[in-house]
């Protein structure tokens, strides 16, 4: 089997929160990737018993996609980064949902997410 996420939502704006964490507002509209599974003849698997177990991670990537900017290890004794960039719920379950079609799916859904600097990032999914 294969697996691929594909991304059905991005967000297009998004405010700088800086230390005011109590003020954050989400990334508008919120990250959601759509889990694609194919057999070995290329086929859409639909029906999967592991589907429920599989997490999806979100982070925080410079413009060009080149550098993960949130990566560095926390210090002993916290756990996160005190300066971390990216915010929020960063990891999702799977969703069993419908989409615009009705077709059925699962879908991995980040509705809680900040950035606390402004500039320009990207996003990457990992299933």
Request: proline share 11%; hydrophobic share 40%; with cysteine.
């Amino acid at each position: 089997r294969s697996y691929h996420l594909e991304v059905v939502q991005q967000p297009s704006v998004a405010a700088e929160f800086g230390a005011a964490v109590l003020s954050r507002l989400p990334l508008a509209p919120p990250p959601v990737a759509q889990l694609i599974v194919r057999d070995g003849r290329g086929h859409i698997v639909e029906d999967d018993p592991d589907l429920g177990f599989f997490i999806a991670h979100l982070a925080l990537y410079s413009a060009d996609g080149r550098q993960e900017l949130d990566a560095a290890p926390s210090a002993p004794g916290r756990p996160f980064p005190p300066n971390r960039l990216l915010y929020g719920t960063i990891v999702s379950s799977p969703h069993f949902l419908r989409n615009l079609q009705n077709r059925p799916g699962v879908f991995f859904i980040f509705p809680d997410v900040s950035v606390r600097r402004a500039g320009c990032y990207s996003l990457r999914i990992r299933l």
